[in-house]
T-cell receptor, first 112, second 114 residues
Framework: KQEVTQIPAALSVPEGENLVLNCSFTDSAIYNLQWFRQDPGKGLTSLLLIQSSQREQTSGRLNASLDKSSGRSTLYIAASQPGDSATYLCAVRLSTNYQLIWGAGTKLIIKP | SAVISQKPSRDICQRGTSLTIQCQVDSQVTMMFWYRQQPGQSLTLIATANQGSEATYESGFVIDKFPISRPNLTFSTLTVSNMSPEDSSIYLC???????????FGPGTRLTVL
């Protein structure tokens, strides 16, 4: 059974720092992995999607990597800003269907 | 990408009543999904709704409690029936689209049952 774990559960850093959020999964037979952000009381915004055949994806200050063999993905946020404060979720899609398996999220606070 | 809207954005309902949530997408999509997010929890998939076929429900969710309609490729509804306070959650619809089946989410419907 696929399980997704995100560490840390919460993170508070000063503005301007570069930071890394971690996501691990137990079964390497994934179709893709997506990173989302969720603002309090709101829906989810898709940040990056990495296909199983890819190693990384970049969008602006965000870079996501994928290492299937070790069951890990990282989301790197460069030059963090207070507007980056949100909960970040990773989700793994299995090869067999469309269902996403979700991590519990990392709550990120960027202090001005 | 896909732009998704949901109605209502929030509602407060009485125990025993039903609420229908609407989900509208700005493009035609095959796969639509309904999720529930209980307070402080991650997302739980309720069902997958494909146009022209019956919705497929996940373990723990049944059609009598969460009937779903999918009349066309841009619209779906989820009804939460005979509500109890345990149904208080955010309900989100989602679509998978694009070359890599990226999933996009609506803004959610915050439901409170008294």
């Amino acid at each position: 059974k696929q399980e997704v774990t995100q560490i840390p559960a919460a993170l508070s850093v000063p503005e301007g720092e570069n930071l890394v959020l971690n996501c691990s999964f137990t079964d390497s037979a994934i179709y893709n992995l997506q990173w989302f952000r969720q603002d309090p009381g709101k829906g989810l915004t898709s940040l990056l999607l990495i296909q199983s055949s890819q190693r990384e994806q970049t969008s602006g200050r965000l870079n996501a990597s994928l290492d299937k063999s070790s069951g890990r993905s990282t989301l790197y946020i460069a030059a963090s800003q207070p507007g980056d404060s949100a909960t970040y979720l990773c989700a793994v899609r299995l090869s067999t269907n469309y269902q996403l398996i979700w991590g519990a999220g990392t709550k990120l606070i960027i202090k001005p | 990408s896909a732009v998704i809207s949901q109605k209502p954005s929030r509602d407060i309902c009485q125990r025993g009543t039903s609420l229908t949530i609407q989900c509208q997408v700005d493009s035609q999509v095959t796969m639509m999904f309904w999720y529930r997010q209980q307070p402080g929890q991650s997302l739980t998939l309720i069902a997958t709704a494909n146009q022209g076929s019956e919705a497929t429900y996940e373990s723990g969710f049944v059609i009598d409690k969460f009937p779903i309609s999918r009349p066309n490729l841009t619209f779906s509804t989820l009804t939460v029936s005979n509500m109890s306070p345990e149904d208080s959650s955010i309900y989100l619809c989602s679509v998978a689209t694009g070359e890599w089946d990226e999933q996009f989410f609506g803004p959610g419907t915050r439901l409170t049952v008294l």
